[in-house]
């Protein structure tokens, strides 16, 4: 697993533009979708290529649409004092993603209980798109609408798989996996909170399990978030971290 970093996480929207310094994601169909209109620092920039790095997203956000700011700084490295202080005093809110990984085998349980799980069909997106839809309704309205047109558009996506979880026939869970060569990747993971607490995020992850065959499972996880303590006691290991900067609204 030594060799899995943040660049092995599927990135959406589009790639604009490429040099030494960063990747710059700008992707006008997808205007209000944060990760698909970011900026990936490969090197972690000075304040003053900062401020001056806000100014041209600020231009080519506007340009399509986006209210948003958001910036990836360089894995495992920390923005320092002096940039810290200056994203405190633009109002932007830091936060910080953690990579974990596990292999099937460390990963499947012996446990069982009664759910059904199984890649959504054209007769089950709407059923995927309702449990979808409790976890968007947080982000507004615009991304509820937005986000499950993306879905219904890139149903037949062969590089992610959606998958749902039923209990008693009822829709209660989701989570897409985005399937490479060496890596499956688990995203968008969520049962409804009714039924949390029930085993049912466990079932879903045994079906990861069995169908990654030998391909290490991969997922990211924010720092600040108690499940990732639930992926560490269910044997995941920590692999790295990244800062994230976000402004959701543009001045």
Not at 83 to 104: D, G, T, V
Not at 230 to 241: A, C, H, L, P
């Given at each position: 697993m030594s060799s899995i970093a943040m660049s092995d996480i599927y990135k959406t929207g589009h790639l604009d533009f490429e040099d030494n310094k960063k990747l710059i994601y700008l992707t006008p169909s997808e205007p209000i979708v944060y990760s698909s209109n970011n900026w990936i620092y490969k090197a972690m920039p000075s304040l003053e290529q900062w401020l001056a790095d806000i100014e041209t997203q600020s231009t080519m956000h506007r340009a399509q649409g986006s209210n948003h700011l958001s910036f990836t700084f360089p894995e495992d490295e920390t923005p320092n004092e002096q940039l810290r202080k200056e994203?405190?005093?633009?109002?932007?809110?830091?936060?910080?993603?953690?990579?974990?990984?596990?292999?099937?085998?460390?990963?499947?349980?012996?446990?069982?209980?009664?759910?059904?799980?199984?890649?959504?069909?054209?007769?089950?997106?709407?059923?995927?798109?309702?449990?979808?839809?409790?976890?968007?309704?947080?982000?507004?309205?615009?991304?509820?609408?937005?986000?499950?047109?993306?879905?219904?558009?890139?149903?037949?996506?062969?590089?992610?798989?959606?998958?749902?979880?039923?209990?008693?026939?009822?829709?209660?869970?989701?989570?897409?996996?985005?399937?490479?060569?060496?890596?499956?990747?688990?995203?968008?993971?969520?049962?409804?909170?009714?039924?949390?607490?029930?085993?049912?995020?466990?079932?879903?992850?045994?079906?990861?399990?069995?169908?990654?065959?030998?391909?290490?499972?991969i997922l990211v996880a924010d720092g600040e978030d108690t499940a990732k303590d639930m992926y560490i006691k269910q044997g995941y290991v920590y692999i790295s971290y990244s800062y994230n900067v976000l402004k959701e609204q543009i001045n």
């Amino acid at each position: 697993m030594s060799s899995i970093a943040m660049s092995d996480i599927y990135k959406t929207g589009h790639l604009d533009f490429e040099d030494n310094k960063k990747l710059i994601y700008l992707t006008p169909s997808e205007p209000i979708v944060y990760s698909s209109n970011n900026w990936i620092y490969k090197a972690m920039p000075s304040l003053e290529q900062w401020l001056a790095d806000i100014e041209t997203q600020s231009t080519m956000h506007r340009a399509q649409g986006s209210n948003h700011l958001s910036f990836t700084f360089p894995e495992d490295e920390t923005p320092n004092e002096q940039l810290r202080k200056e994203i405190k005093n633009k109002s932007f809110e830091l936060s910080y993603l953690e990579l974990y990984a596990i292999s099937p085998a460390e990963l499947m349980s012996a446990e069982t209980i009664n759910i059904d799980v199984q890649f959504v069909t054209r007769d089950s997106i709407e059923d995927y798109l309702d449990v979808h839809q409790v976890f968007a309704e947080s982000f507004g309205n615009d991304y509820v609408q937005q986000s499950t047109e993306l879905i219904r558009h890139r149903f037949a996506d062969e590089v992610i798989q959606r998958v749902i979880a039923y209990k008693d026939k009822i829709p209660v869970g989701i989570l897409n996996l985005i399937l490479a060569e060496d890596t499956i990747e688990i995203d968008g993971f969520g049962v409804l909170p009714k039924y949390q607490r029930m085993g049912i995020g466990k079932a879903m992850q045994n079906f990861v399990a069995e169908v990654a065959n030998d391909r290490t499972i991969i997922l990211v996880a924010d720092g600040e978030d108690t499940a990732k303590d639930m992926y560490i006691k269910q044997g995941y290991v920590y692999i790295s971290y990244s800062y994230n900067v976000l402004k959701e609204q543009i001045n």
